[in-house]
């Protein structure tokens, strides 16, 4: 897929700044796979638009404070940004300025230090904390929650960047499909339907914008999953029975088209980029929001519903004044 083919013009007043209250007051724009046809509902309808037979999975994983605002030795401004810690207890990262850091340099902060290690190519980094007492308690001081550059405006309640089912933490970005959920719009799905988790611990590619023309040519990068075996069997038995499987959120996406591959571990990593030509194992039915242009999560979301479909869908939205991006509306592909 051409990357120009993931374009599309978006007033910036439409780029949410900050989230709605209650969460499921946010809106739901249904796109009907088969016919095209568009509704224009409120996410708090969820549970109408589902059906017995229906298993809706949720994406648990939980986002750590991975911001972290420190001071280099000659006292200038620093920032890293966690993206995964690796098997020797050190971390993936972002950094700025990249240029001017160097291997050994030591970023201060509070209660917390960044070592530099290894300094790569585009921001990419290896770096090692050092805290004073437990690092998650060192994190949760001196931390931010990593929002989107597109979103200026401070975020009053850190918790309203989580989902109210997240779990486990390791993620440096939200699954932002989840964020429409309060407790009790959840506990009616799980009346009309059952509902699964996975987990998928979000990294580098939702801050890495494509370089590449041609998707085929852009090289995702892996993030760590997890499935317990028995919600596999009952996915793969649910489908078999004529079930539709509903995933919220491309990362789940991800995850269930991943072990729709009867070899794929429980566990493991997945590097899966998922555009138009997919064959679709696992997924039938998806809610998620509304994604940048240009960006691998557009092509997915393409792939499930249809390139001209979603065209019409994003057109639609725009014209309707949808909220965009991490804390804009929804949209039910099914």
Same mark, same amino acid.
């Given at each position: 897929?051409?990357?120009?083919?993931?374009?599309?013009?978006?007033?910036?007043?439409?780029?949410?700044?900050?989230?709605?209250?209650?969460?499921?007051?946010?809106?739901?724009?249904?796109?009907?796979?088969?016919?095209?046809?568009?509704?224009?509902?409120?996410?708090?309808?969820?549970?109408?638009?589902?059906?017995?037979?229906?298993?809706?999975?949720?994406?648990?994983?939980?986002?750590?404070?991975?911001?972290?605002?420190?001071?280099?030795?000659?006292?200038?401004?620093?920032?890293?940004?966690?993206?995964?810690?690796?098997?020797?207890?050190?971390?993936?990262?972002?950094?700025?300025?990249?240029?001017?850091?160097?291997?050994?340099?030591?970023?201060?902060?509070?209660?917390?230090?960044?070592?530099?290690?290894?300094?790569?190519?585009?921001?990419?980094?290896?770096?090692?904390?050092?805290?004073?007492?437990?690092?998650?308690?060192?994190?949760?001081?001196?931390?931010?929650?990593?929002?989107?550059?597109?979103?200026?405006?401070?975020? #009053?309640? !850190?918790? &309203?960047?989580? *989902?109210?089912?997240?779990? +486990? /933490? =390791?993620?440096?970005?939200?699954?932002?499909?989840? @964020?429409?959920?309060?407790?009790?719009?959840?506990?009616?799905?799980?009346?009309?339907?059952?509902?699964?988790?996975?987990?998928?611990?979000?990294?580098?590619?939702?801050?890495?914008?494509?370089?590449?023309?041609?998707?085929?040519?852009?090289?995702?990068?892996?993030?760590?999953?997890?499935?317990?075996?028995?919600?596999?069997?009952?996915?793969?038995?649910?489908?078999?029975?004529?079930?539709?499987?509903?995933?919220?959120?491309?990362?789940?996406?991800?995850?269930?088209?991943?072990?729709?591959?009867? #070899?794929? !571990?429980? &566990?493991?990593? *997945?590097?899966?980029?998922? +555009? /138009? =030509?997919?064959?679709?194992?696992?997924?039938?039915? @998806?809610?998620?929001?509304?994604?940048?242009?240009?960006?691998?999560?557009?092509?997915?979301?393409?792939?499930?519903?249809?390139?001209?479909?979603?065209?019409?869908?994003?057109?639609?939205?725009?014209?309707?004044?949808?909220?965009?991006?991490?804390?804009?509306?929804?949209?039910?592909?099914?």
């Amino acid at each position: 897929m051409r990357l120009d083919d993931l374009d599309y013009a978006l007033p910036a007043e439409l780029i949410a700044q900050e989230p709605v209250e209650p969460r499921d007051a946010s809106r739901l724009l249904v796109v009907d796979r088969a016919t095209g046809v568009l509704q224009d509902r409120a996410f708090r309808d969820l549970p109408d638009l589902l059906r017995p037979d229906d298993v809706v999975v949720l994406n648990t994983t939980r986002v750590i404070p991975a911001r972290l605002r420190l001071r280099r030795a000659t006292g200038g401004a620093a920032e890293v940004l966690l993206l995964e810690a690796r098997a020797d207890g050190d971390w993936e990262a972002l950094v700025r300025p990249a240029r001017r850091l160097r291997p050994g340099e030591r970023l201060a902060g509070d209660g917390l230090e960044a070592e530099v290690v290894e300094v790569r190519a585009a921001g990419e980094a290896v770096v090692r904390l050092h805290a004073e007492g437990p690092l998650e308690a060192a994190l949760e001081r001196a931390g931010e929650m990593p929002l989107p550059p597109y979103i200026g405006t401070p975020l #009053a309640d !850190p918790e &309203r960047y989580q *989902t109210v089912y997240a779990a +486990q /933490p =390791g993620s440096a970005a939200a699954p932002t499909a989840g @964020l429409h959920f309060t407790p009790e719009l959840l506990a009616r799905v799980r009346a009309v339907c059952r509902v699964e988790e996975v987990e998928l611990q979000v990294g580098l590619d939702t801050f890495r914008p494509v370089q590449a023309d041609d998707l085929d040519d852009h090289a995702m990068h892996s993030e760590r999953y997890a499935v317990d075996p028995g919600v596999r069997a009952r996915l793969v038995e649910a489908r078999a029975a004529g079930g539709r499987i509903v995933a919220v959120g491309t990362t789940t996406v991800r995850v269930l088209e991943t072990i729709a591959d009867p #070899a794929a !571990p429980d &566990r493991g990593r *997945t590097a899966l980029l998922i +555009q /138009p =030509g997919h064959e679709f194992r696992l997924v039938d039915a @998806l809610v998620t929001n509304f994604h940048l242009p240009r960006s691998t999560l557009l092509a997915l979301v393409m792939a499930l519903g249809g390139e001209s479909a979603l065209r019409d869908a994003y057109a639609h939205a725009v014209r309707e004044r949808y909220r965009f991006y991490s804390f804009g509306d929804a949209m039910l592909i099914a």
